[in-house]
């Protein structure tokens, strides 16, 4: 069971703006970062989002990240076909002591 | 560049362990925090563990705390996580992942490991 909360899927068609939501609490969004991560059928995750807005090179800037108590949303602006995957947040939750992540977001692009 | 490089596919009966390893290259391997986290076939990612490998000193997911073990081999820049007792539902793929010098989870991660638990 995971302690970050996502929705299932989300969907969008090509040049839309989605977001994805990742909710948490106070021992663990309220108090840490949050990370998102991009993973493509059959591959490793990607390091997509960081420190909870920011992108680290080579991630176009049609992602952004954001943060607010204790729950962060990525958008994904300009929607594009390859942006069709599973989107992950995560962060590190200092009750239980070790990172936590969200259940998973899969994004259809109609 | 970093990489991370992890050993391949294994198959193990119910109740035996499994070693696996992650290769770092590419920058200063004692000076960020190495994280194994793994993933069930069509499933979510699920946090395991993690090690310091200047020091050692490690930190377990209280769920895996009676059965995994992360060392590591500073002479070759090599972390281990080995799994006993193992069950059918560890056939799952597991990735080491590395953290950020600032603190970043994760900025890199090894390919994936596949363990197949089967009788």
């Known amino acids: 069971q995971s302690v970050l909360t996502q929705p299932p899927s989300a969907s969008g068609t090509p040049g839309q703006r989605v977001t994805i939501s990742c909710s948490g609490r106070s021992s663990n969004i309220g108090r840490n970062t949050v990370n998102w991560y991009q993973q493509l059928p059959g591959t490793a995750p990607k390091f997509l989002i960081y420190?909870?807005?920011q992108r680290p090179s080579g991630v176009p800037d049609r992602f952004s990240g954001s943060k607010s108590g204790t729950s962060a949303s990525l958008a994904i602006s300009g929607l594009q076909s390859e942006d069709e995957a599973d989107y992950y947040c995560a962060a590190w939750d200092d009750s239980l002591n070790h990172v936590i992540f969200g259940g998973g977001t899969k994004l259809t692009v109609l | 560049q970093v990489q991370l490089v992890q050993s391949g596919a294994e198959v193990k009966k119910p109740g035996a362990s499994v070693k696996v390893s992650c290769q770092a290259s590419?920058?200063?391997?004692?000076?960020?925090?190495m994280h194994w986290v793994r993933q069930a076939p069509g499933q979510g990612l699920e946090w395991m563990g993690r090690?310091?490998?200047?020091?050692?000193?490690?930190n377990y997911a209280q769920k895996f705390q009676d059965r995994v073990t992360m060392t590591r081999d500073t002479s070759i820049n090599t972390v281990y996580m080995e799994l006993s007792r193992l069950r059918y539902d560890d056939t799952v793929v597991y990735y080491c992942?590395?953290?950020?010098?600032?603190?970043?989870?994760?900025?890199?991660w090894g390919q994936g490991t596949l363990v197949t638990v089967s009788s």
């Open positions: 090690i310091n490998p200047n020091s050692g000193g490690t």
């Open positions: 590419g920058y200063t391997f004692t000076g960020s925090y």
């Open positions: 992942a590395r953290e950020g010098q600032f603190g970043e989870l994760f900025d890199y």
């Open positions: 420190s909870n807005n």
